[in-house]
């Protein structure tokens, strides 16, 4: 593996994941990997895998974990993520994706794992109000929409609501936040990477909290002491 750096992103549905990963893979100069964005690619093409996926997405359901892993494993062997390294968002979700992800890098093979911590009522407004380019996945928001018609600012697709954004879907992602991917917190702090963010407020103050907390991650730890004469 290369120099780079090697991250991934946590916290519940509406925290700011996809935000603040884009953000992080621009400032390291590295691939910002997001299982959810390839699933909804997939099923924009219309591919028999794609349509697969979006049974489940459609549902507020998981993805299954054979399939979800095959996906991150193929992707995390091109060039570019070995080189270079990756912001993993939206994998690991479950235990068996985690440990299958350690087994995949090594010891040693991960950073940082971000928790970006934000209250339900917060990500509830933030998720209802959300809509998102057909195209390419920008992210806006209805208090701060493209800037001519609801058409993306990046590249002119439509911009519209995700399927899964609808109540009875974001109820089901919820639960499944909380009894699959928040005991991964647990799983990473064993580990030694977990680093929480506090994910309410600016944006732009949020991204300066994950990159610090990012660098003291990365810090090598405090030199062994002096042997002694
Ligand atoms: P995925 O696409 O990953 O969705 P998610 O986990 O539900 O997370 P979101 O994308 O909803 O939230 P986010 O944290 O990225 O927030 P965002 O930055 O957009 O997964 C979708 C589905 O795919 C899953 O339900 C599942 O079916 C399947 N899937 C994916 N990965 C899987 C896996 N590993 N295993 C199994 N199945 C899998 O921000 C939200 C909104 O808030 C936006 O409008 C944004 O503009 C706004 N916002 C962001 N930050 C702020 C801020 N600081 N202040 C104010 N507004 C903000
Ligand atoms: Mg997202
Ligand atoms: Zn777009």
């Given at each position: 593996m290369g120099s780079g750096v090697r991250l991934l992103v946590l916290g519940k549905q509406g925290a700011g994941k996809g935000t603040q990963a884009v953000r992080i893979a621009r400032h390291y100069g590295v691939p910002h990997i997001s299982t959810g964005d390839m699933f909804r690619a997939a099923a924009a093409a219309r591919t028999p895998f794609g349509l697969k996926a979006q049974e489940f997405m459609k549902r507020g359901e998981l993805v299954p974990d054979d399939v979800v892993i095959g996906v991150v494993a193929e992707r995390l062997a091109k060039d570019d993520a070995v080189d270079d390294g990756f912001v993993l968002d939206?994998?690991?979700?479950?235990r068996v994706q985690a440990e299958e992800l350690q087994r995949l890098l090594g010891p040693g093979g991960l950073d940082a794992a971000v928790d970006i911590d934000v209250p339900t009522e917060v990500v509830l407004e933030r998720i209802s109000g959300r809509r998102v380019c057909r195209t390419c996945g920008a992210t806006y928001h209805v208090s701060h929409p493209?800037?001519?018609?609801?058409?993306?600012?990046?590249?002119g697709g439509d911009v519209i609501q995700r399927e899964d954004d609808k109540p009875e879907a974001i109820e089901r992602r919820l639960e499944l936040y909380e009894r699959d991917t928040r005991p991964l917190l647990d799983y990473y702090e064993e580990l030694g990477v977990l680093v929480t963010v506090d994910g309410d407020g600016d944006p732009d103050d949020v991204f300066d909290r994950i990159l610090e907390a990012v660098e003291t991650a990365r810090e090598?730890?405090?030199?062994?002491?002096p042997a002694p004469r």
């Open positions: 939206g994998f690991p979700r479950t493209p800037k001519v018609d609801w058409l993306c600012d990046k590249d090598p730890r405090s030199p062994a002491p």
